[in-house]
C-alpha cells in the first residue's frame, strides 16, 4: 500500500498548484518617491480558497505607513473594483472610498 500513496499525494499537489491564477494576483506599485525612497501606493492581491483579497499600503511624506484591508472586491473582465477600509473612518467616508484597477 505505501508504494501507491506516494504517486496520488504527487498527482494531487501537481493538479493542486496547476489551478489557473487570476491575472491581478500579485503586487502593483507606483513609482518610488525621491522623499521615502519608497512607493507611494502599494496594492497586494492574494488568491486563497479561489478568493481574491489583500491589502493597500500608502507612504506618507514621513516614510510612515497606513496599511487597509481591501473589502468589496469585484471584478468584471479586466477590471478590479475594491473598497479600502479604516477602522479610525466614520461609515460614510468608508463607502465613499472605492478603488477601480484595470489589468490589460
Do not use: Y
Request: proline share 5%; no cysteine; glycine share 4%.
Amino acid at each position: 500500500m505505501r508504494l501507491f500513496s506516494a504517486p496520488v499525494i504527487l498527482l494531487a499537489a501537481t493538479l493542486a498548484l496547476g489551478m489557473p491564477q487570476s491575472a491581478f494576483v500579485g503586487k502593483w506599485q507606483t513609482h518610488t518617491s525621491r522623499v521615502t525612497n519608497k512607493p507611494a501606493i502599494t496594492v497586494i492581491i492574494v488568491e486563497l480558497n479561489q478568493r481574491l483579497g489583500g491589502a493597500v499600503v500608502l507612504v506618507n511624506p514621513d516614510a510612515s505607513e497606513i496599511k487597509l484591508p481591501i473589502a468589496n472586491l469585484n471584478i468584471k473582465e479586466n477590471v478590479m473594483e475594491f473598497e479600502t477600509r479604516d477602522k479610525t473612518e466614520s461609515h460614510a467616508a468608508e463607502e465613499s472610498r472605492s478603488r477601480t484597477a484595470t489589468r490589460e
